[in-house]
Structure formats: structure tokens, C-alpha cells
């Protein structure tokens, strides 16, 4: 059974066409979420840390938010530059569980 | 110094080859990690370790060798690597291992290794 889903697996916006990104998880215990940017063939750049239910962080023109149940990275306004793969990991405090992913294009 | 460096970027290596990946931080960060990433994959957890001890091996083959030197440095050794092995290898670190309250994890930029 998956820990962690995201969806879509794929997502293509005009730039300035604002959506959202959603990461679901059903472990117990959650002690962490994070959001990763990962380019292709380089190492995921750490974006946020969400521990509690209503907790939001903002970084530019990404916000990320956090429920019981799952987190949502809401993009406003991207820009091709926002290109990426947005990666979503859950910590119970044994161990990390990474979702698939969701491939953002950002077209001009 | 937020960063996570490894080298080297790209290796292409033999089945026979014995070749070895550097990871290095100096964030003072106490846990540190190799992964594996094949393409279109999120990261496979390989190894962690913990204050400079092997805390979690996730059933790698021996083919795979990680080394802890000290709390900055972390080595994967390979050896007589299968061509289904080629991925990009990941190693990152944490400030605090696994139950601490403080788990992002900070990537380096990988190696793309190549097994011929």
C-alpha cells in the first residue's frame, strides 16, 4: 500500500495560470512532511517542512499547506523557470516515504 | 555552507570495476543517507547513518559498500556492479537522525552512474 500519492503524475500551465499540486499520505504518526523541486538529473532541492495540520508556508510564488490527511502546493502566477518536478515525502519517525512526484511544465 | 557536494558528477564503470562515490557536508548535520534514483522514480533509501554508525541498510546488495569516515564525509564502494545498477545515486543529510524533531533532508547533486 502507498504511503504517499501525488497527483497529477503530469501537469502543463501557461505561464501565470495559477493550480495546485497535491501530495495525499496515509501514514500514522506523521512527525513531517516535505516538498522537494528536483530538475532532471540533478539532486531534489529541499523547498519546505510542514509538521501540524494548518500550518502554510510561502517561498516566492509557491505556498504549501498541510491537513490530516494531505498537503497541497499551490502555485501562483509560474513562470517557465517553475519547470520541475515537485516532490512530496512523509517522516513518521521511523522512516521517509517519497511520492512519484508531479511533473510541472510551465509553457511561455 | 548549506551544501551537499559529491563527486564524482558522471562515472561509467565495468561489471569488473571497483570504484567509490564521495559525499561531503559540513553543516554539522549528524545523519547522512545514499540513495538511489532510476528515471521517473522517486529516491530508493539505501543506507543511513547515524552519528557516524550504519543505522538502517534497506536489504542492499553487497555489491554496495557504504563507509562513514567521519562526521563530514560518506563513501558508497561498488563493486562487481550489474548494468541494471545505473542510476543517479543521491547522498544527503539531516540534521538530526531518524525520531529527532529536525528530519529535512538536504541533497547533493548526484551521481550519474553508468554500469557497462
Known amino acids: 500500500e502507498d504511503q504517499v500519492t501525488q497527483s497529477p503524475e503530469a501537469l502543463r500551465l501557461q505561464e501565470g495560470e495559477s493550480s495546485s499540486l497535491n501530495c495525499s499520505y496515509t501514514v500514522s504518526g506523521l512527525r513531517g512532511l516535505f516538498w522537494y523541486r528536483q530538475d532532471p538529473g540533478k539532486g531534489p532541492e529541499f523547498l519546505f517542512t510542514l509538521y501540524s495540520a494548518g500550518e502554510e508556508k510561502e517561498k516566492e510564488r509557491l505556498k504549501a499547506t498541510l491537513t490530516k490527511k494531505e498537503s497541497f502546493l499551490h502555485i501562483t502566477a509560474p513562470k517557465p523557470e517553475d519547470s520541475a518536478t515537485y516532490l512530496c515525502?512523509?517522516?513518521?519517525?521511523?522512516?521517509?516515504?517519497f511520492g512519484t512526484g508531479t511533473s510541472l511544465t510551465v509553457i511561455p | 555552507d548549506t551544501e551537499v557536494t559529491q563527486t564524482p558528477k558522471h562515472l561509467v564503470m565495468g561489471m569488473t570495476n571497483k570504484k567509490s562515490l564521495k559525499c561531503e557536508q559540513h553543516?554539522?548535520?549528524?545523519?547522512m543517507y545514499w540513495y538511489k534514483q532510476k528515471a521517473k522514480k522517486p529516491p530508493e533509501l539505501m543506507f543511513v547513518y547515524s552519528y557516524e554508525k550504519l543505522s538502517i541498510n534497506e536489504s542492499v546488495p553487497s555489491r554496495f559498500s557504504p563507509e562513514c569516515p567521519n562526521s563530514s564525509l560518506l563513501n558508497l564502494h561498488l563493486h562487481a556492479l550489474q548494468p541494471e545498477d545505473s542510476a543517479l545515486y543521491l547522498c544527503?543529510?539531516?540534521?538530526?537522525?531518524?525520531?529527532?524533531?529536525?528530519?529535512?533532508?538536504?541533497f547533493g547533486p548526484g551521481t550519474r552512474l553508468t554500469v557497462l
Open positions: 553543516m554539522g548535520h549528524r545523519a
Open positions: 544527503a543529510s539531516s540534521q538530526e537522525p531518524s525520531g529527532g524533531a529536525y528530519n529535512e533532508q538536504f
Open positions: 515525502a512523509v517522516y513518521d519517525g521511523n522512516q521517509f516515504y
